[in-house]
């Protein structure tokens, strides 16, 4: 069994920043890709930031300039720093993670709410 853990989230106004941390743990054998997705209601989910095992990273034009994805590989660990929240960042994020074996895992999901 894998577990992802997903903790920070919360409510903030307009301008001020939250940072999400992502647990693995579990039967895992090799972590490939480590992202974060967000699902605000009535809406798909969307990819927020991927980040790969050797670092490289993937944003939402949305999100570009104000988030940063960051991994500590050694804690199976991923976090995802948001400053600068709008509103419209209002949604459920949730942790995924991709094994070598291309086998891919979610977390159950934090609340970030951005009031204006």
């Known amino acids: 069994q894998v577990q992802l853990v997903e903790s920070g989230g919360g409510l903030v106004q307009t301008g001020g920043s939250l940072r999400l941390s992502c647990a693995a743990s579990g039967s895992i054998f090799m972590i490939n890709t480590m992202g974060w997705y967000r699902q605000a209601p009535g809406k798909q989910r969307e990819l927020v930031a991927t980040i790969t095992s050797g670092a490289s990273t993937n944003y939402a034009d949305s999100v570009k300039g104000r988030f940063t994805i960051s991994r500590d590989n050694a804690k199976n660990t991923m976090y995802l720093q948001m400053n600068s929240l709008k509103p419209e960042d209002t949604a459920v994020y949730y942790c995924?993670?991709?094994?070598?074996?291309?086998?891919?895992?979610w977390g159950q999901g934090t609340q970030v709410t951005v009031s204006s």
């Open positions: 995924n993670i991709v094994t070598i074996m291309k086998v891919a895992y």
